[in-house]
């Protein structure tokens, strides 16, 4: 070969330091997964038409039987429910989304760019967060609607709010690991089922755990959607707020301790 | 910058007991093309995977650019494109979106990252449904995306891994003419095909690879001489007493390798025409004029019978890649 290495084309490349390049990449990753969400409005579908067929449900056919054991209208018991139901059965779509990405060999590709190896998961899981905000200020404005009140504050319901979403964004993490280890969107969303129905039925978000049998209650009054919920609650409705609150803070920081480097790993392994 | 854009020595990469690649070794000088050439399930994808990094090998070493695929796989990313079966676009997106994306996840410069997804819009004709999302797109059109995808930061090293399957011979000579482009200019190709006449017409070098093995290795032409550049099948419908008889009385006065498989003769030949004419003008003395005649160029089955003693296996090791590698 007589190529000498001045004719060698260079890459139209700039070197960026990790922490920027780390940020930028996620930013980049994120902005593709809202633009599906925007573009296949099935992918917002179900996390918010079943979440207002639920408000209604609950608030117009069951709520007669639960508010006789309640102090407040059932209603205003209902929504901070629905509020960390919302969230946890949208963690679904991270899931999915993922799951997606690996099966159509978009990560491959992925793989093979001089991307942060983070930005997948971070980009994934900011997208979710970005649409959880989305999707619970809908819930709240479906409420308002229907008659929910909160008897504390603005400044407190904001709280609550952000409580939820970080929530939300904890249990985004374990279900990457899902969608990762699925690698099919079809049995992802079979998969995450019956992990998220006992954890939203089997808690407090829609009926007092006092009228389940005893053997439940020691799980429905401790498990995280219950925890939440009743931290929600205590900051919409009033009363003792900091016992739920730092145990859900517990809750959320303890999972993405524990499945964040899951996740992590996961990615490094697939495809 | 090292002496040679690939160095591969000795790779192995096992997948449970598939054995995917049991050794390979090559060296790809710059601007060239060096053409991968073997059935499914051959390792071809499998090579491709290790060398962008998306895999790592179970031992063996591997360099792009001089950069080690394992220990350096930053350096080895920021300088190759990938393209074809290994790598998708998002459906979701519009082509001048995935062109952006891709872009952006491979540092280009930000002012740099529009002007150059026009750019390859154009080039590969795809202005038209540029801001359309990919899930409306041809597979012509998706190809062609998934190639421009591969060029967006003009990466010194461009892998093609079955670049043309699926494309009508239209698309598949402009994209032999753009890859040669690309050579002209001074990027190194690695091509994975299964297809012959596409490792000839493109690549400098070929390395036959069959079960995870190169079984050889030479320019087109080195290739082609140890069998014979064109194949002549006469054919002789349902008379395959006379088919042997023809295959005998060739095999006695001409120079070339004549074999006779059931009513068809086959002459593998250097001299296509010259040995058609002398072929008939036998033939016919004898009364065993044959009923079809065919001439065509050595298909990856005829390479492979001949170095190997057995056809090309198609669904040989098949699982040891993902998807329809």
């Keep these: 070969m007589t190529t000498t290495t001045a004719a060698i084309p260079l890459p139209l490349v700039q070197r960026r330091r990790p922490v920027i390049r780390a940020f930028r990449d996620a930013v980049a990753v994120s902005g593709r997964n809202l633009i599906a969400y925007r573009r296949v409005p099935q992918l917002l579908v179900f996390s918010t038409i079943q979440p207002v067929i639920f408000v209604l449900l609950f608030r117009y056919v069951f709520g007669g039987v639960v508010s006789t054991s309640l102090t407040v209208p059932y209603v ?22 993922l799951a997606t990405d690996v099966k159509s060999g978009l990560l491959e590709r992925f793989r093979s760019l001089p991307m942060a190896r983070s930005a997948v998961l971070a980009g994934r899981t900011f997208a979710d967060l970005t649409r959880n905000v989305f999707v619970v200020i809908l819930m709240v404005a479906v409420g308002f609607a229907v008659g929910f009140r909160v008897h504390t504050s603005f400044g407190l319901l904001l709280a609550g709010m952000l409580l939820v979403l ?89 999972i993405l301790l524990v499945s964040a480097p899951i996740a992590v790993r996961r990615y490094r392994k697939t495809v | 910058m090292a002496d040679v854009a690939m160095r591969v020595e000795n790779l192995v990469k096992r997948f449970g007991p598939v054995v995917a690649l049991d050794g390979v070794s090559f060296e790809v000088p710059y601007a060239t093309v060096f053409g991968l050439l073997g059935p ?16 790592a090998p179970d031992s063996g070493h591997a360099e792009v650019t001089g950069h080690d695929v394992v220990h350096d796989a930053d350096a080895v990313r920021l300088s190759i ?74 990466p010194p090293v461009l892998f093609l891994d079955e670049p043309t399957t699926g494309l009508d ?98 002459i593998t030949s250097d001299d296509g025409s010259r040995v058609v004419v002398d072929a008939l003008r036998s033939l016919d003395t004898e009364g065993l004029a044959p009923v079809t005649i065919a001439v065509r160029e050595p298909s990856l089955d005829d390479v492979f019978l001949a170095l190997t003693g057995h056809r090309a296996e198609q669904d040989d090791g098949n699982t040891a890649q993902r998807g329809s590698s």
């Design chain 2, 169 to 266: 011979l239209k698309s598949r000579g402009e994209l032999w003419n753009m890859i040669r482009e690309l050579v002209n200019t001074g990027t190194t190709v690695l091509l994975t095909t299964q297809y012959l006449e596409e490792a000839d017409r493109l690549a400098n070098q070929i390395a036959v690879i069959d079960r995870g093995k190169v079984i050889a290795e030479g320019t087109p032409g080195q290739l082609k001489s140890r069998l014979g550049a064109t194949i002549i099948e006469f054919g002789y419908g349902d008379a395959r007493q006379q088919a042997r008889r023809a295959s005998e009385l060739l095999a006695q006065r001409l120079p070339g390798h004549a074999e006779s498989d059931g009513s068809t003769v086959r």
């Design chain 1, 166 to 254: 970080l929530f939300g964004y904890s249990l985004a993490w374990i279900f990457a690991t899902l969608g990762l280890a699925t690698g099919d969107p079809e049995t992802a969303q079979a998969a995450a089922f019956p992990v998220m129905a006992p954890l939203v039925f089997a808690s407090s978000a829609f009926i007092p755990v006092s009228t389940m049998p005893g053997w439940l209650q020691a799980f429905a009054a401790h498990q995280p959607v219950s925890v939440t919920a009743n931290a929600v609650r205590a900051l919409v409705i009033g009363g003792p707020t900091t016992s739920y609150v730092l145990q859900t803070l517990a809750w959320c920081f303890g």
């Design chain 2, 81 to 154: 494109g990938l393209a074809g079966q290994s790598a998708a676009v998002d459906e979701n997106l519009t082509g001048r979106e995935n062109l952006r994306l891709i872009g952006r996840l491979s540092q280009m410069p930000s002012q740099r990252i529009a002007p150059r997804a026009d750019e390859l819009l154009e080039r590969f004709e795809l202005v038209g449904a540029a801001d359309r999302p990919v899930r409306t797109y041809s597979g012509g059109m998706r190809r062609r995306l998934d190639v421009a995808a591969s060029l967006v930061h003009r």
């Design chain 1, 76 to 97: 205003d018991y209902l929504m901070p429910g629905v509020f960390v139901q919302t969230v946890v059965f949208g963690a679904i779509g991270t899931a999915v989304g």
């Design chain 2, 40 to 55: 499914n399930g051959a390792g071809k994808t499998t090579a491709v995977r290790v060398l962008t990094t998306i895999i």
